[in-house]
């Protein structure tokens, strides 16, 4: 593990002199879960449930941001002493429910300090927000067809858990032979698609997607699936405005996909700021704004 990890660096190494010499600026710098700020060492991760050694993440289990990409000060997310998972402050700061983080009151900090050696990570409880079964569901398809230009309609064949916000992966779709290669050739960014949802009916959604081509309403197998941050944006527990608060109904969500429409919507932001990283670039995205707004 150690050697690979020595070959990967000595790549990097390689790849970055290259680009230097061709007078290019490279952001070179990287950062290890090992030599964060307070440089406090997280606790052993245990091997696997097959035995083997496991490294420490380097990403956070929330937001996915990871440690390499954050900038600024910040302080070093919490490990869990089961498994090699990390949470950012930032997101365990969304949490807001003593039953999941029992702050009793007292900073955040001091959970951290409390708990550094010895805490039990959320996903180790069973009590994430990307465990509740009813989000984790592979939701089948019944039918696709375009929708007006650039949007396409899927039925699910079974009642969806999805809401106009939601960023959603769309996969397997296949059509049968005799449909022709027109309408397969438009099914491909339908499979591809990992985009925004508009909610039209508890068996039916929309995306944006190129269906052009497709026949009026084209049988399709293939399934629809909420990705893993996607289930913490539902619980408000990803700091990003708007998409990280929950939202009230499919009427009102869909008033505010109207409003962002146009704007980014990526589903991981590695750029945004962390809570500490926060403090360099306030940007809309950042969690002064949230609180504010709510
Ligand atoms: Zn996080
Ligand atoms: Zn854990
Ligand atoms: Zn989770």
Redesign the pocket.
């Known amino acids: 593990m150690e050697q690979r990890r020595e070959e990967k660096k000595a790549r990097e190494e390689e790849r970055v002199n290259s680009l230097l010499e061709q007078g290019k600026k490279v952001w070179a710098a990287s950062r290890e879960v090992e030599d964060l700020p307070d440089k406090r060492p997280y606790p052993p991760v245990p091997p696997s449930a097959a035995g083997k050694p496991q490294e420490r993440n380097r990403s956070?289990h929330?937001?996915t941001?990871g440690i390499a990409s954050w900038r600024g000060a910040f302080t070093a997310p919490l490990g869990c002493s089961k498994c090699p998972r990390i949470?950012?402050e930032?997101?365990l700061g969304h949490l807001q429910d003593e039953a999941l983080l029992p702050l009793a009151g007292k900073p955040l900090s001091t959970f951290f300090d409390d708990h550094w050696d010895d805490w039990t990570c959320l996903m180790c409880r069973g009590v994430c927000a990307c465990q509740e079964p009813q989000l984790s569901a592979k939701v089948p398809i019944a039918s696709v067809c375009a929708a007006g230009p650039g949007r396409c309609r899927i039925k699910t064949a079974e009642p969806h858990p999805f809401r106009s916000g939601d960023s959603v992966s769309v996969s397997g779709c296949k059509l049968a032979a005799s449909a022709g290669p027109v309408a397969s050739k438009a099914l491909q960014p339908v499979n591809k698609q990992h985009g925004s949802v508009t909610w039209i009916s508890p068996g039916e959604i929309e995306l944006r997607a190129d269906a052009s081509g497709l026949p009026p309403v084209a049988e399709a197998s293939g399934h629809v699936t909420l990705p893993t941050i996607e289930k913490h944006k539902r619980r408000g527990w990803v700091g990003v405005t708007g998409s990280g608060a929950i939202k009230a109904s499919p009427a009102t969500a869909a008033a505010v996909t109207g409003k962002r429409k146009g704007s980014p919507t990526p589903t991981k932001r590695r750029g945004s700021p962390s809570r500490g990283g926060g403090r360099r670039t306030p940007k809309k995205t950042s969690t002064g704004t949230r609180k504010a707004k709510a």
């Open positions: 956070c929330i937001c941001q949470f950012c930032r997101c």
